[in-house]
């Protein structure tokens, strides 16, 4: 009988070839990996859960209070510790509960502690916008987050908070939760809890006095407190109440005509008149706790319970509010109460905000803070920053780098002109001129020149964020809508005198959690320049305080360098900002002062006269900071070369050796930018060649000629001297040659003549030649020198040696023990005499004029010995301190008699030079009748 059903072998095969379908396969792999997942962050979560801090009842009720420290480690305020009044849960009006609530947790009263439909709306968010765009925290979440954890947005601290939520609920009810919720939270103004908060903003100590509108307030406050407080932004203040009216409304609290008839309500008349009391340094303690907010996510300065190490130096904090306020020894000259003014001083070496100057007469209640938000235009500050410190350290111009200062600068493509301050323009000038003159056309050619993108790259290394990311032409003179704080641009300088090295400043280095947890907030320092462009800028801005626009600035022996800036309103007269940044290498500050308006609330100019004030700010504030401590000097690095430069040379050369001293200047180059070559404009003319002078005796006069081989445009200047007299200039001429007329008969004249150049003045070497005007008379000898004798004073122990001379004009070689001195009288003292020594003394005439000039006469000698026994001369002290003719040298005596007085007179004023001419005459002929006398 057939078999048809299949065989053992077939059906294995067939039941073989059957396959499990694909969806199964990826729904089994999703399962596996989704148990994985599950397995994974159940163990995650319970790992985070068990590492989760207990519920501590000691922290449930207050805020922790924080610690300010100084720059020494010293307490100096503590934030949270004052202004604080704890209520019941019984105290509470339905009106608060309510606007509470429906603000920050709408079911509050009905979930056990998480709001999973919270939480879900929350995820989705996430998703879209990353974590930590919205939370989920309900009230009791909020209070074990400021009770127990730290503030960050990590998935770790939210699964604990969770969880501790939890157990909160199930210890506590919930009104005791919000109870402990409303004496937590952190309202502004110092106010510390809901009752702190009513009584601060609107003077009712009882909460059942509450209105709604103020209820919406305080119901709004914790959100922002500083930006929502009534007392500075009452605008934002009903903004922040209208939405918790628009969600009491939502939520069922209250009805649309009650929201309706609440939102008409005018803030400021719901406040008390007086504000609360100040917070020491208050504007420091709002950059410490901006900069806290910023580094540490979610940490709150007042409530956290955290030891903030900030930066401040009190003596320099106080000195900088004292110079804000309108006290009676404030030696600033404010105009008038309008006037604001903001300064910040920075540590130039790290960058530590030493002290900030927020307002003038500042309340300490967080009012608005120029130093660190009053954004503003730079002005010509910007100059370093935006056009010389980028040419420095891309292109390495040299501070001589010459500009032309031509006209007014016309911007492409517009019809617009920047033109300089003082409406003046000088041509070809050095980088260093136009800097220190502070002059706008040559700083936005030297934007221009360096390029724009360069120039962004460069100042956003210092920290200067630019309107719209992009870098006008404008910007070389801070006059676009780019704008700067005090502290930002405090931070720029700094890096100038800190050899280019940049942070951000920065008021706190470090904040200490009460766990124990410390975060370091230091910034990391960069190089934002070069050194050498640091330097150089450095040494500009050194030139624009003692001899620009910020001589007023200068502190005489402090090494110090800055920057004026003003900036102008387009159709008006005057600056409605006026800067100034300066530095040492140890502080470096910014002052600003401006903030007038019109009546239409429109920026308005500084008064007349007053735009020097942040000068003397500075200028007060540097000397009293720096007056106990050593300020050094900046230091040249090796990058930086000073050289020689001859004046108006472009490309710049080095001076020749005939350039006037009054056309050189010294400026600084990279090194290896350096000019190489040397200018010829002042190079030495030829002289004259030639020269030739003759005797016209027909006539009476004197021919001059001479020649001149060279090409260049020159005149010649002839003088002459009579008899050794005094050379008399003559006559300038283009010829080569000059007759001089009526010259005195028997006397010998000296021609001279000079060429000089008709382009720049320069002159040739003098060339001379002597001509005689009568017959030529016989050379007399040079006779012996008579009388010769030596004498020994021993009160003074000097030696007296004296002559008479009778002859030719000579100078006499006087030898002493072999050591020979020429001088030109007759006689000479020898001081320092050494007893029992012998001196042999030997003189020796030498012709001083015409064939017997260098002639010698005859030697005469004598010699002394100086007695061994002898008083110990008279002394002045150190001998260090003697006169030289106490040290044993031999010195002239010009009381003697003598023809050749004229070496005593070397001043080469010509009137004197005559007068020794007829002094050496009359002595001359004295000499003769007195030999005479004897003689007979």
């Known amino acids: 009988m057939a078999n048809n059903s299949p065989s053992r072998t077939a059906r294995r095969k067939q039941k073989k070839s059957k396959k499990k379908p694909l969806w199964k396969k990826i729904f089994l792999s999703l399962f596996i990996i989704f148990v994985v ?63 509470v609530t429906a603000t920050e947790d709408a079911r509050f009263f009905e979930h056990s502690g998480i709001d999973l439909r919270r939480i879900g709306a929350a995820v989705i968010a996430n998703i879209k916008d990353g974590f930590g765009s919205e939370g989920a925290s309900t009230i009791t979440q909020q209070v074990v987050e400021k009770s127990f954890l730290s ?14 939520a939890l157990q909160l609920e199930r210890d506590y009810s919930k009104e005791e939760i919000l109870e402990m919720y409303l004496n937590k939270i952190f309202y502004g103004s110092n106010a510390y809890g809901v009752a702190a908060a009513a009584e601060t903003y609107f003077g009712k100590e009882d909460l059942n006095d509450l209105t709604l509108p103020e209820a919406a307030i305080l119901a709004g406050l914790p959100q922002r407190p500083t930006a929502y407080n009534p007392f500075k932004n009452p605008e934002l203040t009903k903004e922040r109440m209208n939405t918790v009216l628009k969600l009491m409304v939502r939520h069922g609290k209250i009805t649309e005509k009650q929201a309706e008839e609440a939102r008409k309500v005018d803030i400021p008349s719901l406040l008390v008149k007086s504000k609360p009391d ?60 309008e006037m604001q003014a903001a300064m910040t001083v920075l540590d130039t070496k790290s960058g530590a905000i030493r002290a900030v100057g927020g307002r003038r007469n500042s309340e300490g209640k967080k009012e608005f803070n120029y130093a660190i938000e009053g954004k503003t235009q730079a002005g010509s500050t910007f100059k370093p920053i935006t056009a010389y410190g980028p040419a420095i350290e891309y292109n390495k111009i040299s501070t001589y780098h010459q500009i032309n200062d031509d006209k007014p600068y016309q911007i492409p493509g517009t019809s617009k002109t920047i033109r300089n301050w003082n409406r003046q323009y000088s041509g070809w000038m050095s980088a260093r001129e136009a800097l220190n003159k502070s002059l706008n056309v040559p700083a936005v050619k030297m934007l221009e020149e360096v390029g724009y993108d360069k120039a962004k790259e460069f100042a956003e290394g210092l920290g200067i964020k630019f309107h719209k990311n992009r870098v006008l032409i404008g910007d ?107 530095y040492t290498t140890n502080y470096t500050i910014s002052a600003w002062v401006g903030g007038y308006h019109d009546e239409n609330k429109r920026r308005a100019p500084i008064p007349d006269g007053y735009t020097k004030i942040p000068l003397q700010m500075f200028k007060n504030t540097m000397t009293e900071i720096s007056k106990d401590i050593e300020t050094k000097d900046f230091v040249k690095p090796d990058s930086v070369v000073e050289v020689q430069v001859e004046k ?76 050794g007299g005094g050379m008399q200039p003559l006559s300038t001429t283009k010829e080569n040659s000059l007759e001089i007329n009526e010259v005195e008969p028997n006397a010998e004249y000296t021609i001279q003549v000079i060429a000089v150049s008709n382009e720049d003045g320069s002159k040739s070497e003098p060339k001379t030649t002597t001509v005689s005007t009568g017959e030529e008379k016989e050379q007399e000898e040079i006779p012996a020198v008579e009388g010769l004798s ?76 100086v007695p061994s026994e002898q008083s110990e001369p008279p002394t002045n002290g150190n001998e260090e301190d003697k006169p030289d003719d106490q040290n044993g040298n031999v010195n002239e005596n010009n009381d003697g008699d003598s023809g ?37």
């Open 37 to 99: 997942l599950v397995i994974g962050a159940s163990a995650t979560a319970a790992y985070w859960i068990a590492t989760a801090p207990d519920l501590d009842k000691s922290k449930l009720s207050d805020p922790l209070a924080s610690e300010i420290l100084d720059k020494d480690g010293k307490a100096f305020a503590v934030l949270g510790e004052k202004n604080r009044t704890k209520i019941s849960y019984s105290d509470l009006p339905q009106v608060l509960i309510d606007a």
């Open 790 to 865: 030596a004498t020994y004073n021993e009160s003074s122990s000097l030696i007296n040696v004296s002559w008479n001379y009778n002859g030719p004009p000579a100078s006499f070689e006087v030898s002493v023990n072999g050591q020979a001195q020429t001088v030109g009288s007759n006689g000479l003292e020898i001081s320092g005499a050494t007893p029992g020594e012998t001196y042999s003394i030997t003189v020796t005439p030498i012709g001083k004029e015409g064939a017997n000039e260098g002639k010698r006469g005859s030697a005469q000698s004598t010699s002394i010995t």
């Open 900 to 936: 050749n007085n004229e070496e005593n007179n070397n001043d080469g004023d010509e009137q004197d030079d005559q007068q020794n001419q007829n002094n050496q005459q009359n002595n001359h002929q004295n000499n003769r009748n007195r030999s005479k006398e004897e003689n007979e």
């Open 151 to 164: 503030a960050d947005k990590k998935i770790s601290l939210k699964v604990q908070e969770q969880w501790l």
């Open 476 to 582: 070389a003179i801070g006059g676009t809508d780019t704008e700067v704080t005090p502290l930002e641009l405090a931070g720029a300088f700094r890096a100038f005198g800190n050899e280019g090295i940049y942070n951000d400043p920065y008021s706190v280095t470090k904040v200490e959690f009460p766990d124990g947890k410390t975060v370091d907030l230091k910034p990391k320092a960069k190089p934002a320049m070069s050194d050498y462009t640091a330097y150089m800028i450095t040494d500009m801005l050194k030139t624009a305080v003692t001899e620009g626009t910020g001589t007023q600035a200068h502190i005489p022996g402090l090494p110090m360098a800055g920057k004026t800036g003003t900036t102008s309103l387009e159709n008006t007269e005057g600056s409605p900002d006026a800067w100034f940044s300066g």
């Open 648 to 723: 108006g040379s472009n490309p710049p050369a080095k001076p020749s050796k005939h350039t006037p001293s009054e056309n050189i200047t010294t400026e600084l180059f990279v090194k290896g930018t350096e000019p190489k070559g040397t200018s010829e404009k002042f190079a030495k003319l030829d002289p004259v060649s030639g020269l030739t002078a003759s005797f016209n005796k027909d006539n009476n006069s004197i021919d001059v000629s001479w020649n001149y081989d060279s090409d260049a445009d020159v005149s010649f200047e002839v003088s002459a001297q009579v008899n």
């Open 278 to 337: 100040s917070t020491p340094y208050e504007a420091f303690i709002q950059q410490v706790e901006k900069e806290v907010k910023e580094k540490v996510d979610g940490a709150d300065i007042y409530t956290d319970g955290l030891k903030i190490h900030t930066t401040i130096d009190p003596k320099v904090q106080e000195h900088v509010e004292f110079l804000l306020t309108d006290s009676e020894t404030n030696p600033i000259p404010y105009p008038d109460d």
